[in-house]
């Protein structure tokens, strides 16, 4: 199928690349054009594992192209897919700005022809933006030939394995009552599909809740568990244990219940934020979503309360803290959000010196710490550890996971402040290190 994709964001380029790698003849349009002057040669503007290498597989077959031009792109076009951002608005909603321009721009590149075109939502939108751009395209297209169907698809990937995401995907949520829609959906995803049926079709407002609440529930997940790891550290618990012991229920399961310093990225913050307005707007009150960010909102002050319950802030102004951990996550270079960084703006006026180091998110964490002095940028782990007094560790990087104690041991004070719980307590305290987790 010829399927164009409006926007080349995580969202857009992941399911660009992977349709076109499922055999659809691709075109992938971004109005940033040094965007698409470097994805024309599989340059990508972030980190994500695999995808450069099937992009540049994908333009070698001829599967794929990138362009900035609107009239090429729906000219090509049997379908397309919005993917474009829905940042946060001042008010903490979703700025729709960008998905209004775009059905201006699809409409005004049909209007004058016959043309009949599925439009898929996969930005994450608000419930009831599906059908108001239905009603939009209706309005944009009365004296028209043309007619564009819209139809909710959100994504569910996780940056780090989005591609892997959509090759093997947990769920399909499509939201539409045309059974033609949904016909054309089974199409475009049976390849990743045919095993296990996956794809379910809802009305378009299910689909755009079920985004939501998916998000919502998983960031409640790690607000209750950071809240029961408070609890630990007071009772002296250690929640890895707990979290064990729950999560054997299968009613309950293990993911997304590990303690540290919140949750961050481009996601969680902005779109829990964005369901509780919902709520706001059709008059209901969630009491749950608010103490999720409002939980989430501490983390990070607790965890800090753990440095100055060892250093008076006069003795923490003369220490040196090797921070090891810049983007919100591991495998991705994404810094929005970021709890290391967040770390770092809040506690370095209060130290001597800042040693941070990431595997990959050096070169955006720079930019966005131009304003901070007594940092230095390491080249590795290892160096950022010289000179320091203390280690924090703020994002679960591999490489962090197992390090070598002769290495630790140059830490003049042998601290670690553990932000994502990753190191093993017992052997650090076994080796004379004072070791403090979140719930440990
Ligand atoms: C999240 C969802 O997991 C995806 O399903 C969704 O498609 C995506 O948002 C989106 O809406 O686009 P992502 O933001 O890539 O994906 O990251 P997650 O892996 O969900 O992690 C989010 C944050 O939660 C991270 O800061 C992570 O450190 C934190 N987290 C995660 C915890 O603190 N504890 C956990 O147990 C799990």
Redesign the pocket.
Known sequence: MKISIIGTGY?GLVTGTCFADLGNNVICLDTNESIIEGLSKAKIPFYEPGLEDLIKTNLDRGNIRFTSSYEDAISFAETIFICVGTPEDDKGSADLSFIQDVVIKISDNIKDKDRHLTVFIKS?VPSGTCSSVQDKFDELLQHSQSKVVVASNP??????SAVADFMKPDRIIVGTDDSNVSKLAERLYRPVNWKSNRLKVVSVEAAEIIKYS??AF?ATK?SFINEIAKLCDAVGADIAEVRTGVGLDPRIGNH???S?L???????PK?VRALINTFTENSIDTEILKAVIEVNDNQLDYFISKIYSIYTPKELKKKTLCVWGLS??PETDDIRES?GLKFINSISRQVKHINAYDPVAMTKAKESLSNIDNITFSKDSTEALEGADALVITTEWREFWNPDLEYLKVLKDQIIFDGRNILDKKLLEENEFSYFGIGR
């Open positions: 969202v994450t994504e569910f990937l996780k940056e780090g998916a998000n998983l790690i997304f219940l590990y540290g919140g949750f961050g990225g481009s996601c969680f779109d919100f996550k709890l």
